[in-house]
C-alpha cells in the first residue's frame, strides 16, 4: 500500500523551531518532486514549499521563506521542513504530498500532486 506518514509536529512557541518528516512507503519517490502544505482551521489548503527530485531545487510561499527550509533523504524516501522562527500564524495542519507521475506545471499548485498524507498538526503560541 502506498502512503504517507508525517510527523514531527507539536506545540511550540513563537519564536522556536520544529522539523517535520514525511516517510513514504509502498513506491519509490526519487524520481518526483515533493511538497508541504498547511490547512489552518476555516481555511483553504496553501502551498508552503516543493523540491525537486534531486534536491537541486526548492520552492518556497513568500510566508516561509527565509524560515522553512525544504530537504530530502532519497535513500530514506523522506521530506524534511525544517521551520525556524516560528510565527502563531504558521499554526495549521502540515501535509507532505508526492508530484503526479508525468506533471509537469507549477508545483505551487495542489493538483501537482497525486499522493496525501494524514497530516500532522503544528501549534504555535504567542
Known amino acids: 500500500q502506498v502512503q504517507l506518514v508525517e510527523s514531527g509536529g507539536g506545540l511550540v512557541q513563537a519564536g522556536g523551531s520544529l522539523r517535520l518528516s514525511c516517510a513514504a512507503s509502498?513506491?519509490?519517490?526519487?524520481?518526483?518532486?515533493m511538497g508541504w502544505f498547511r490547512q489552518a482551521p476555516g481555511k483553504e489548503r496553501k502551498f508552503v514549499a516543493a523540491?525537486?527530485?534531486?534536491?537541486?531545487?526548492?520552492y518556497y510561499a513568500d510566508s516561509v521563506k527565509g524560515r522553512f527550509t525544504i530537504s530530502r533523504d532519497n535513500a530514506k524516501n523522506t521530506v524534511y521542513l525544517q521551520m525556524n522562527s516560528l510565527k502563531p500564524e504558521d499554526t495549521a495542519v502540515y501535509y507532505c504530498?508526492?508530484?503526479?507521475?508525468?506533471?509537469?506545471?507549477?508545483?505551487?499548485?495542489?493538483?501537482?500532486?497525486?499522493?496525501w498524507g494524514q497530516g500532522t498538526q503544528v501549534t504555535v503560541s504567542s
Open positions: 504530498a508526492v508530484q503526479s507521475p508525468g506533471y509537469s506545471g507549477s508545483y505551487y499548485y495542489s493538483g501537482a500532486y497525486d499522493l
Open positions: 509502498g513506491r519509490t519517490f526519487g524520481r518526483y518532486h
Open positions: 523540491i525537486s527530485w534531486t534536491g537541486d531545487n526548492t
